[in-house]
């Protein structure tokens, strides 16, 4: 019966196809900035003396996330993904990636999941994302999985 749940690569790729299509824009800047730092602390006109520190992102890093939120990929029940795959850091996340099938695609989703979902209660996270090169690991995979399994005419 789970057999028949299942989805065919041609099906996957019809579900997928659009959304990675416009994820993919965003992988020369992923590839330029990853391991790099997309955030700083506001501190024009002597803000800091006053204030409470203000982070800064990147324009690009915040249009990433929005495209991300309008895709299929967004799970609110990733957790379970990061308990069944045991993935506790970003080394894991890269190792779950990397060995990733086009079957197994909602596992990247739901690593995107994490890092949008927990943005968005510490915006930090968001910036961890590209430091320790996952959303870029991802982007790649996505386009590798894609291009594999899309016959060349």
Do not use: H
């Not at 955030?39 to 003396?49: A, D, F, L």
């Not at 993904?81 to 990733?100: F, G, M, P, Q």
Request: hydrophobic share 40%; with cysteine; net charge neutral.
């Amino acid at each position: 019966m789970a057999e028949s749940l299942k989805l065919s690569r041609e099906e996957i790729i019809i579900c997928y196809k659009e959304d990675v299509e416009r994820l993919l824009k965003f992988l020369p800047w992923l590839e330029k900035t990853s391991g790099g730092v997309s955030s700083g602390i506001y501190s024009g006109e002597g803000i800091e003396n006053s204030s409470m520190a203000v982070p800064v992102y990147d324009s690009t890093l915040l249009g990433f996330i929005k495209e991300i939120r309008t895709t299929d990929f967004m799970n609110r029940n990733y957790v379970y993904t990061y308990s069944r795959y045991r993935i506790r850091t970003a080394k894991d996340e890269l190792r779950v990636i990397d060995a990733c099938s086009l079957q197994e695609i909602s596992v990247i989703g739901d690593i995107l999941s994490k890092y949008v979902l927990r943005g968005d209660v510490k915006g930090a996270v968001w910036s961890e994302g590209v430091s320790n090169g996952v959303y870029l690991a991802l982007l790649l995979k996505l386009k590798d999985l894609m291009d594999i399994r899309n016959p060349r005419a």
